[in-house]
């Protein structure tokens, strides 16, 4: 449902308490405050403080309740101390958008440091399982909530300079389908989304050293352009909205169908 200016009017997530790791910048920002636009509480954890001071005043801006908590998710003591918080606060965790993840060293393999290694899969895999494990610790008793864990369409296709980061989405793929088995009759529902590219810091980053990667690549996009943050938002929301309730394990491709090009 929209306004007559185009934006949304569904409040499908009024009073619902969503945490958002990751959530200070990029697309972890945009679906916090897609969730607070639809009369969420937001939970906001990122190693930022600033940008997750920053997105914390957007949200309440927006007219919702936000917090923000600081944590490395491959800390587990900051992981521990997070949900230690979210547990004392009494207020049942209804989503959890397991979104924090870092590209890493863009390098061809046998140029690729074994501490890239180690951080990328520390971030992106064993941040992702602790968080959900703790996650799952608060939703099971009560047989309800939604995690969503972030994936990408590099776990799908091949990207050459980045096997670490690929190899570790893959991994969230494999671990998303076996968690969301475990839950299946707990009224716990697990998935992930593959976002394709999409116009962040991150993205930037990337293609920092090299402008004309970045121009032949968008060019190869369906699109002709990249993903937005909140086009990406709006699929997480979709995904964590009831009318989701059958996609469970799975990853939705929120890429404007890149990887049709690049499989
Ligand atoms: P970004 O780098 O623009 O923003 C990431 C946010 O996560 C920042 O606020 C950062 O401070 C936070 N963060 C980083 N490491 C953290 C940690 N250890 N603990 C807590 N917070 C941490 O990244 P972007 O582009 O927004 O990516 C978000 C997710 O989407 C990531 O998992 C990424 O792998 C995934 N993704 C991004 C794509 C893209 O083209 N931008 C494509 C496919 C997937």
Not at 23 to 28: D, F, H
Not at 90 to 116: C, F, M, R, S, W
């Amino acid at each position: 449902m929209t306004d007559m200016t185009g934006t949304s009017t569904m409040r499908r997530f009024s009073g619902k308490s969503v945490l958002v790791t990751g959530g200070g910048a990029g697309i972890g920002r945009a679906v916090a405050l897609e969730f607070a636009k639809e009369g969420a509480n937001l939970i906001v954890a990122d190693v930022d403080e600033a940008a997750g001071g920053e997105c914390v005043d957007l949200i309440r801006q927006a007219g919702a309740q936000g917090e923000f908590i600081r944590a490395d998710v491959a800390s587990p003591d900051d992981v521990s101390a997070l949900f230690a918080t979210i547990a004392r606060s009494g207020t049942p965790l209804d989503i959890a958008i397991n979104n924090a993840g870092i590209e890493g060293h863009v390098a061809l393999v046998e140029d690729q440091p074994d501490a890239n290694f180690d951080r990328v899969f520390a971030v992106n895999v064993q941040g992702t399982f602790q968080c959900m494990r703790e996650e799952v610790k608060l939703m099971k008793p009560r047989g309800a909530g939604v995690i969503i864990n972030f994936a990408s369409i590099a776990a799908h296709v091949g990207f050459a300079g980045l096997s670490v980061y690929t190899a570790s989405k893959a991994a969230v793929l494999a671990m998303t389908k076996s968690v969301a088995l475990e839950l299946a009759q707990s009224g716990v529902r697990v998935a992930s989304v593959s976002p394709g590219l999409v116009q962040t810091a991150m993205l930037e980053r990337f293609f920092a050293a090299d402008a004309n990667a970045k121009q032949q690549m968008t060019a190869s996009l369906p699109l002709g352009r990249p993903c937005d943050s909140y086009e990406v938002a709006r699929g997480v929301l979709f995904l964590a909205s009831d009318d989701a309730s059958l996609v469970l394990g799975q990853t939705l491709n929120l890429d404007g169908g890149w990887a049709y090009v690049k499989s």
